[in-house]
């Protein structure tokens, strides 16, 4: 019974693995999000950094990404900036294979 033991370890670790890197994958972009919005409403430096923080927050609210994209979509309303639905999922979207790029390409 070990080869299956072993089997279903490995298999369990690699799952493990894998969210654990489709986490970090999803808090790059988060942040990468929070960055490109903060400079669409003309933010400081200071008050992008923590606005990135508060986008990577969002995502913790529910499952899947339409917590980011209400807030997204909320503050740059908010902020008087003009931008479609389809453009901000787009960019999410982007921001996501990038960050899925980055996260994979480390090993």
Same mark, same amino acid.
Do not use: C, P
């Given at each position: 019974?070990?080869?299956?033991?072993? @089997?279903?370890?490995?298999?369990?670790?690699?799952?493990?693995?894998?969210?654990?890197?489709?986490? &970090?994958?999803? %808090?790059?972009?988060?942040? %990468? *999000?929070?960055?490109?919005?903060?400079?669409?409403?003309? &933010?400081?430096?200071?008050?992008?950094?923590? /606005?990135?923080?508060?986008? #990577? %927050?969002?995502?913790?609210?529910? %499952? !899947?990404?339409?917590?980011?994209?209400? &807030?997204? @979509? &909320?503050? *740059?309303?908010?902020?008087?900036?003009?931008?479609?639905? !389809?453009? #901000? @999922?787009?960019?999410?979207?982007?921001?996501?294979?990038?960050? @899925?790029?980055?996260? /994979?390409?480390?090993?």
């Amino acid at each position: 019974m070990s080869v299956f033991d072993d @089997r279903k370890n490995a298999s369990e670790t690699k799952f493990v693995h894998d969210a654990a890197k489709e986490f &970090k994958a999803e %808090a790059r972009r988060n942040k %990468a *999000l929070g960055h490109w919005a903060a400079e669409l409403m003309g &933010k400081s430096e200071a008050e992008t950094a923590s /606005y990135a923080l508060q986008v #990577i %927050a969002a995502d913790m609210e529910e %499952a !899947g990404d339409e917590d980011v994209f209400r &807030k997204l @979509r &909320k503050d *740059l309303t908010d902020a008087g900036v003009e931008i479609s639905d !389809g453009a #901000i @999922r787009d960019r999410m979207n982007a921001a996501m294979e990038a960050a @899925r790029a980055e996260v /994979y390409g480390e090993g």
